[in-house]
């Protein structure tokens, strides 16, 4: 009989940690494992995905906004998870994000499951902004027998700032899975036209949640110059409003750049618009390791990026992409300005991209590296 993996993160949402792990649970689940999952949230567009795969999802039953108006629901769903555990039996527990690594840590080592591992996706700059989870990631680190890293720059931060005893960590790199990009290729004008944009148009696109911390702000900011540059560009801005979409609309209303800046939200089909676009942007202050920049060089594109986090591990400054320091528009500018007025420089950049994905963060590696952590039996 195959042994049992119980996956835990915080909700079924989309986002990076959440479609890493997607990619791992789909490659696991019936070969390797029998995988189940555990969100602390109800519901999710993820959810539907995992239970037609055959993979049994509970709940903690958590709604949005609950930590702030009933944190006590968290206990209840912490009760829930041990009993989830004490049921299963699984010869590992992985869990994903701030609290619930605290949680499933706790609660792995409580029910003596064999593996408790769990992952640090993100510089800890989260514990800035919510000091209760500073001491629950010190617990989470301390209890788990292995804590993934997806960047050699997280890696870092934790002995830096956690002081994780090293031989803990275990680096795993994202992976994406190339073959939905390279697909979409042959449907670039057909998007174009969906959108409205002309063929000879260059389109820069921005795929990152509307968050302070994403720099969409520096984004309009940059946009405007590459706009009096190039008056035919276009940004697309796609993520969800979490709660500045109309500072940024007005910002853009400000600049006199409605007609150039579209706010496309949460979207379905990302590598049809990344095969759209010439140019990817990610302007972040702050990243781990950037799911966004992978599917970016798998879509053929060259990269705009902020020198955070992991960036630097993902993108060769000027072979496949641009790094500039965050927050500062000047520079984002004119980094665009650059590949836009060398379109072959821009093409040959972005077929380089392609191939260090291809060589280096596929799925099939990353799935492989945490086979190979499941599989450990020397914990000491």
């Known amino acids: 009989m195959k042994p049992t993996a119980l996956f835990v993160i915080g909700s079924l949402e989309i986002g990076g940690a959440e479609r890493q792990m997607q990619l791992l649970v789909g490659r696991l689940h019936g070969h390797t494992h029998r995988c189940h999952v555990y969100s602390l949230q109800a ?9 037609d ?5 509970f709940s903690g039953g958590l709604k949005k906004g609950d930590m ?13 998870l041990l009993r989830l555990i004490y049921q299963l039996k699984p010869s590992v527990i992985h869990c994903f994000l701030p609290l619930v690594t605290f949680m499933g840590a706790l609660a792995g080592r409580v029910v ?12 800890g700059t989260h514990q800035r902004r919510y000091p209760v989870l500073r001491p629950l990631d ?16 997280v890696w870092d931060d934790m002995v830096r700032r956690d002081h994780v005893d090293v031989s803990k960590l275990v680096l795993i790199y994202n992976g994406v899975d190339t073959g939905p990009f390279e697909a979409a290729l042959s449907h670039r004008e057909e998007v174009r036209r969906d959108q409205g944009i002309k063929g000879d148009t260059k389109v820069m696109i921005v795929i990152a949640n509307l968050i302070p911390y994403k720099g969409h702000s520096d984004l309009i900011q940059a946009a405007k110059e590459v706009i009096n540059w190039f008056p035919d560009a276009i940004f697309l ?39 759209a676009s010439d140019i990817s942007i990610l302007p972040s202050h702050e990243e781990g390791f950037s799911n966004v920049i992978l599917e970016s060089m798998a879509a053929g594109l060259p990269v705009v990026a902020t020198d955070v986090g992991g960036n630097r591990e993902a993108i060769l400054d000027g072979i ?8 500062d528009p000047r520079t984002l500018a004119a980094k665009v300005i650059d590949l836009l007025s060398d379109p072959a420089k821009a093409k040959e950049w972005g077929r380089g ?13 990353m799935v492989a590296a945490h086979m190979e952590l499941y599989e450990s039996r020397d914990l000491s």
């Open 43 to 51: 519901g999710g567009p993820l959810e539907r995905w995992f239970e």
């Open 53 to 57: 795969l055959g993979v049994p999802v």
């Open 68 to 80: 702030s108006r009933a944190p006590w629901k968290v206990i209840l769903a912490e009760w829930g």
């Open 112 to 123: 003596h499951v064999p593996l408790v591992v769990t992952s640090r996706r993100a510089l």
């Open 138 to 153: 010190h617990v989470a680190s301390r209890l788990s027998h292995r804590v993934t890293v997806n960047s050699q720059a």
């Open 237 to 275: 801005l796609v993520g969800e409003d979490r709660g500045i979409q109309k500072e940024l609309e007005q910002r853009v209303a400000n600049f006199g750049i409605g007609q150039s800046v579209r706010f496309l939200g949460r979207q379905d089909d990302v590598p049809k618009l990344l095969a």
């Open 320 to 327: 496949t992409g641009w790094l500039i320091p965050p927050k």
């Open 353 to 365: 991209g392609r191939e260090r994905v291809n060589r280096m963060f596929t799925v099939k590696k």
